[in-house]
């Protein structure tokens, strides 16, 4: 079983640049695709970005192609989320999470998540 590990979360302010780390251990990192999510308060968790297995496909929810980029390093075994130009949007948290599907946008195909990381962005 995977083990996902979030960081890089913290308080911003809008207009500044966010990256999030999220290591991994346990499978093959290379053998799982990945996938960032955000669950804003009361609100249902929701696709932000993938990374399919081995090869490093990227693809992003409609609303945040060209807001976020997503990347990963198979020999630290990380995947990565860039944001820049930060909104005024709140309180987020932001969960990475392994799949043994090639890709997905669904968070029910994804197997193993992390505890997920806070992000703040004030004004």
């Known amino acids: 079983q995977a083990q996902l590990v979030e960081s890089g979360g913290g308080l911003v302010q809008a207009g500044d640049s966010l990256r999030l780390s999220c290591a991994a251990s346990g499978r093959t990192f290379s053998g799982y695709a990945m996938g960032w999510f955000r669950q804003a308060p009361g609100k249902e968790r929701e696709f932000v970005a993938g990374i399919s297995r081995s090869i490093g496909r990227t693809y992003y929810a409609d609303s945040g192609k060209g807001r976020f980029t997503i990347s990963r390093d198979n020999v630290k075994k990380t995947v990565y989320l860039q944001k820049n130009s930060l909104k005024p949007e709140g309180t987020d948290v932001y969960y990475c999470?392994?799949?043994?599907?090639?890709?997905?946008?669904?968070?029910?195909?994804?197997?193993?998540w992390g505890q997920g990381t806070q992000v703040t962005v004030s004004s």
């Open positions: 999470a392994a799949t043994d599907r090639v890709t997905s946008r669904v968070s029910n195909d994804y197997d193993y």
